[in-house]
């Protein structure tokens, strides 16, 4: 069965640093897209960050670009995402998502509309 689950999320403070893992279990990660999606109270789920199978393009939502990054362990089975300089509006539930990438559809188009395999989600709150 293909599950994926997400650690690291907590209590930081504005300014401070988090690294989420999203670890999987039934398939390899290598041989899927990954994306990292947000949902806060009250507002429309995001598309934060995502990276592709096939050549490892990287697409990062406006919001957070230039403090996150997304990153590969193959031998781990994991995906991360490195949160720094995060401030309160980062605050969220985050979400580890993977799905086949077809040969026509990038990683920008696949954070942007969703995919397919969810995790359960890891809360990121960022307050003083």
């Known amino acids: 069965q293909l599950q994926l689950v997400e650690s690291g999320g907590g209590l930081v403070q504005p300014g401070g640093s988090l690294r989420l893992s999203c670890a999987a279990s039934g398939f390899t990660l290598d041989n899927y897209a990954i994306g990292w999606f947000r949902q806060a109270p009250g507002k429309e789920r995001e598309g934060v960050s995502c990276?592709?199978?096939?050549?490892?393009?990287?697409y990062y939502a406006d919001s957070v670009k230039g403090r996150f990054t997304i990153a590969r362990d193959s031998a781990k089975n994991t995906v991360y995402l490195q949160m720094n300089s995060l401030k309160p509006e980062d605050t969220a539930v985050y979400y580890c998502?993977?799905?086949?990438?077809?040969?026509?559809?990038?990683?920008?188009?696949?954070?942007?509309?969703?995919?397919?395999?969810w995790g359960k989600g890891t809360l990121v709150t960022v307050s003083s």
């Open positions: 998502t993977a799905d086949v990438q077809q040969f026509d559809s990038t990683i920008a188009t696949m954070c942007k509309y969703g995919m397919y395999y």
């Open positions: 990276i592709s199978s096939s050549d490892g393009t990287t």
